[in-house]
């Protein structure tokens, strides 16, 4: 069964940087749409970053523009999070999607704070 995972989150300092991971397992990224998405306690899910596979379309929310980056490198896609604000304080989830699949990460958590 096709899964992927999330790693690398944790508690960091405001200010300071974190790059979280999506890994496929094998599924080749080619030909798949590259979303993360974040959840902070009692809000809703929001689209944070998204990406074409090759990188030919690349989107942030407006809150991360100039601090996130995504990026894909064989089987696993990136989340740089930069300048980290506590407000960014939220379970991160990936989700990678090609014509006939749709996978989800477990969700990891990211907390900003000092």
């Known amino acids: 069964q096709a899964q992927i995972v999330e790693s690398g989150g944790g508690l960091v300092q405001p200010g300071g940087s974190l790059r979280i991971s999506c890994a496929t397992g094998?599924?080749?990224?080619?030909?798949?749409?590259m979303r993360w998405y974040r959840q902070a306690p009692g809000k809703g899910r929001d689209l944070v970053a998204m990406s074409t596979s090759g990188g030919g379309d690349t989107n942030y929310a407006e809150s991360v523009k100039g601090r996130f980056t995504i990026s894909s490198a064989k089987n696993t896609f990136y989340l740089q999070m930069n300048n980290l604000r506590p407000e960014d304080t939220a379970v991160y989830y990936c989700?990678?999607?090609?014509?006939?699949?749709?996978?989800w990460g477990q969700g990891i958590q990211v907390t900003v704070s000092s």
């Open positions: 094998g599924l080749p990224l080619t030909g798949s749409i």
């Open positions: 989700n990678a999607r090609w014509n006939v699949l749709d996978l």
